[in-house]
């Protein structure tokens, strides 16, 4: 067994691997599991690797806006829980934190994602390598996920290789990849992570029934989403917005404005400052949105069929979500109070308009209960509670 990668590894001249102090107990007891002594040997020699190249090995550490060891354990067991949902439920591998799961140590440029089986053994030190590869591996019974008879340090040898060894390992192997570790570069400064403490729960049951069933409007939205202290609209006014545009907008978004303000909602939807003057004004970013839609439209009519405001009926876009869907009104009759709402999704057919107003489908998309093209859905495993929010920005945010 290979115990270092020293034997079979140089480090980059241009950026040398440092170490990022970790303190192990803390970790472990944070993951309620022991870690394999190589990794730890690994992390406390190296720090966050580029390893061959390719692969980026991944150690408790932290940078802010770019990277937090517990964030990315995470989002990336969500999205493996997801995805082996796609395999027959007798192949399915369980993830962390549940009994035996597969735990993420790294991942590569080509989204491949590599865990840990601690279902192999109570020894940490002989749990085997499950690669969740980014495309079907073929020869293996799990589409897309292979396992590996090869403990960590084995495994990134296995990557750095001239010739196979005899009996070779059963592939596909990542590379052959050249022997070189650097730190990651989208960590320069990291520093030390954490572990969290335990946070108790947000809400009563009580109050978490009215937020996630019995609750409506306003008042479930809140304790859904709590607004913040200070909600920022800009250096304007409503009715400095409304003669720039040449009309009102319905009371229901100005009231949801006037609680919350500008921000994101759930790490996703952005709805823009609508107060702001100068030029990231509201009416910029309806001009950009609407620029691009036209331009759109005059290549191919039939999947953007929405008229473009200020035409009767034109769409008027007032939020769009990090993945470039917006959403906004058809301005339908002369009260703005019933304009329908509507979502221009990025990457699908134009669909209907919502039946909802925009309070009860923020709701209803919080609470995990709101499907249709263009918004982001929770999964079957989520915590409606757990995944709403609303962060408010300030005269400094784009949008």
């Not at 993830?95 to 035996?100: D, I, K, N, S, T």
């Not at 020894?123 to 390598?129: H, I, L, M, Q």
């Not at 919502?354 to 609470?367: F, I, M």
Request: aromatic letters at 12%; charged letters at 25%.
């Amino acid at each position: 067994m290979t115990s270092d990668i020293s034997m079979f590894t140089t480090p980059s001249a241009e950026r040398p691997p440092s170490p990022v102090p970790v303190d192990w107990p803390a970790v472990e007891d944070w993951l309620g599991l022991r870690l394999p002594a190589d990794y730890k040997r690994l992390a406390d020699r190296h720090g966050p690797l580029d390893f061959g190249e390719y692969v980026w090995i991944h150690v408790p550490c932290v940078q802010q806006d770019r990277f937090g060891y517990g964030d990315w354990l995470r989002a990336t067991h969500r999205d493996a829980r997801i995805e082996a949902r796609e395999l027959p439920e007798a192949e399915r591998p369980v993830v962390h934190p549940e009994a035996g799961g597969l735990l993420a140590w790294g991942c590569t440029r080509g989204s491949d994602v590599l865990f840990w089986d601690t279902s192999a053994s109570d020894d940490p030190d002989e749990w085997t390598v499950v690669v969740r590869h980014s495309g079907a591996v073929p020869g293996s019974g799990l589409l897309r996920w292979h396992r590996y008879d090869l403990t960590f340090t084995d495994y990134l040898r296995h990557t750095v290789r001239d010739t196979w060894e005899l009996p070779a390992p059963p592939g596909p192997l990542l590379g052959p990849l050249p022997g070189t570790v650097a730190r990651t570069a989208f960590l320069p400064d990291a520093e030390p992570w954490t572990p969290p403490p335990p946070v108790p729960p947000r809400l009563t049951e009580a109050e978490r029934r009215s937020a996630l069933e019995t609750g409506t409007g306003m008042d479930a939205l809140r304790l859904l989403s709590p607004p913040p202290e200070q909600p920022y609209l800009g250096d304007g006014s409503w009715e400095g917005l409304f003669a720039e545009l040449g009309t009102r907008l319905p009371g229901e978004y100005v009231r949801l404005m006037d609680e919350y303000g500008a921000g994101i909602w759930s790490g996703w939807l952005r709805f823009h400052t609508p107060l702001r003057t100068g030029e990231r004004r509201f009416h910029t970013h309806v001009e950009d949105t609407l620029d691009a839609y036209r331009q759109l439209k005059d290549g191919h009519a039939e999947w953007y069929p929405l008229a473009v405001w200020p035409e009767p009926g034109g769409f008027l876009p007032f939020a769009n979500s990090i993945d470039g869907h917006c959403l906004g009104w058809l301005t339908e009759g002369g009260d703005p109070d019933t304009w329908p709402l509507i979502v221009w999704p990025r990457h699908a057919d134009q669909g209907s308009p919502l039946e909802g107003g925009l309070v009860d489908t923020l709701l209803d998309w919080q609470r995990g209960k709101l499907v249709t093209e263009g918004f982001a859905v929770l999964d079957e495993d989520d915590d409606p509670v757990e995944f709403a929010d609303f962060k408010s920005w300030d005269d400094r945010a784009y949008w």
